[in-house]
Nanobody, 119 residues
Framework: QVQLVESGGGLVQAGGSLRLSCAASGRTFSPMGWFRQAPGKEREFVASINWNGGSTTYADSVKGRFSISRDNAKNTVYLQMNSLKPEDTAVYYC??????????????WGQGTQVTVSS
């Protein structure tokens, strides 16, 4: 059974930075993704990474500001978020199983961590 636990969310001013972490247990050498969901909106793709970190993809809205990485020795995936904007405010989820932007392609999900960006 795979378990994913996110951490690192919080309140930050616009222009600031946060680093989210996703600790995985169980099957760990799998592609991983980050998604986010703002109130009243659908869950949207943010970034993904392949099993060894050699390939990454990003949503256009975060390209150049966010960076996804992983440390397989620690079974952890990271999302470094820089130049944060109020529109980045959402609950952020990590997920395992794919690199696509389709939520249905991911088999396991974390419980989410809240990111709030104040203007």
């Amino acid at each position: 059974q795979v378990q994913l636990v996110e951490s690192g969310g919080g309140l930050v001013q616009a222009g600031g930075s946060l680093r989210l972490s996703c600790a995985a247990s169980g099957r760990t050498f799998s592609p991983m993704g980050w998604f986010r969901q703002a109130p009243g909106k659908e869950r949207e793709f943010v970034a993904s990474i392949n099993w060894n970190g050699g390939s990454t993809t990003y949503a256009d809205s975060v390209k150049g500001r966010f960076s996804i990485s992983r440390d397989n020795a620690k079974n952890t995936v990271y999302l470094q978020m820089n130049s944060l904007k109020p529109e980045d405010t959402a609950v952020y989820y990590c997920a395992q199983g794919s690199m696509t932007s389709e939520t249905s392609r991911y088999a396991y999900w974390g419980q989410g961590t809240q990111v709030t960006v104040s203007s």
